[in-house]
């Protein structure tokens, strides 16, 4: 398989109490080593501050990284500028969370789509006619096109800022908890477009969510961020079915189950107390001031790595 994008020992650390001064540093991001290969969909969860959306915006170079190295389609993105740089932000491109955050209020759809084609210089003759045919590829009708952003349902907003980023054809996108602003009602239906688009379009998707269940309908792999740190990776099935590390352990056995029996049957990790400070992470495993399988004198000193377990099942931890 090939990667579309590849991340390597990367790192961001945001100075804490100033920046000529600072007191410390908050490891955001430390030393992630990534790939996401071209036509799957990687999903990404992890708790709130785990630094899963600023890994999203260090891959799209949103933010610039304190150390490492992202490839894109093989080129390295750290070192790109100009005309490259230009043609990296059209094949690349992140949905955010709050559609009426992203889209400006005194804006028609046209208005908000042609001027993403005057910007990035898109050689289209007849936009109004290109943008008209392509809101049916959202799920939108032409009689949409001057209307105001306010018009619209939250869900046909996320789809209009869907658009925006589908009429620069781009061969990635970051998701970043796209349907966490929306209604129950709509996110399914904001899922099953993003999935039917992906196999329309060739599109491949670094899906950020704290929401499992849909990380699991929609992706293929999933890795599992702890502090800065990807802790576990794999195959989507085998990550929820047989989940190896203790914080992944936790976060499925948090889930709800549907069947009594099942849930009567299924093992439960609990989370002990609060993640740690990230200004000063504890040493060794980052997890071990919460692990219950603690191993004192290894895992507060060793830090684990990923290493394979199963086949294209990677953990960091002492415990295989
Ligand atoms: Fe727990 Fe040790 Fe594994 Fe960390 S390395 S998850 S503390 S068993």
Redesign the pocket.
């Known amino acids: 398989m090939k990667a579309l994008v590849k991340a390597e020992r990367l790192s961001k650390y945001f100075p804490v109490g100033g920046l000529l001064r600072p007191r410390g540093y908050v490891k955001a991001v430390d030393n992630v080593d990534l790939e996401i290969y071209e036509g799957e969909t990687l999903g990404l969860v992890g708790e709130t501050g785990s630094g899963k959306t600023t890994l999203g915006r260090l891959i799209l170079r949103l933010i610039e990284p304190t150390s490492g190295k992202i490839y894109f389609d093989g080129a390295d993105v750290t070192k790109l500028s100009g005309k490259e740089l230009a043609t990296f932000r059209r094949k690349a491109q992140i949905i955010f969370q709050d559609p009426y955050m992203s889209l400006n209020p005194r804006f028609t759809v046209y208005q908000t789509l042609l001027e993403v084609i005057k910007v990035h210089k898109l050689p289209i003759q007849d936009p109004e006619e290109h943008i008209g045919k392509m809101l049916e590829l959202v799920g939108l009708e032409r009689s949409h096109l001057h209307r105001y952003p306010h018009e619209f349902s939250g869900g046909q907003r996320q789809r209009i800022a869907i658009l925006r980023a589908l009429i620069l054809e781009p061969k990635f996108l970051v998701l970043d908890e796209p349907t966490s602003a929306l209604d129950v009602s709509v996110q399914a239906q904001i899922l099953n477009m993003l999935k039917d688009l992906q196999r329309r379009l060739g599109l491949t998707y670094l899906f950020i969510s704290h929401d499992i269940g849909a990380v699991r309908y929609m992706s293929n792999r999933i890795a599992v961020m702890y502090m800065g740190k990807i802790v576990e990776i794999g195959p989507v099935d085998a990550v929820i079915k047989e989940p190896l ?3 992944t352990q936790a976060l499925i056995s948090a889930l709800p189950v549907p069947d009594p029996k099942i849930a009567r049957s299924k093992k439960t990790v609990l989370l002990q107390g609060e993640p740690p400070s990230p200004i000063n992470p504890p040493a060794g ?1 980052r ?2 001031p919460r ?1 219950p ?3 004192k004198g290894k ?1 507060d000193v060793e830090e ?1 790595q990923l290493k394979e377990v199963k086949s294209g099942h990677y953990v960091a ?3 295989y």
Do not use: A, E
């Open positions: 590390h203790p914080y495993c997890f071990h692990c399988y603690f191993i895992c684990p931890c002492h415990l």
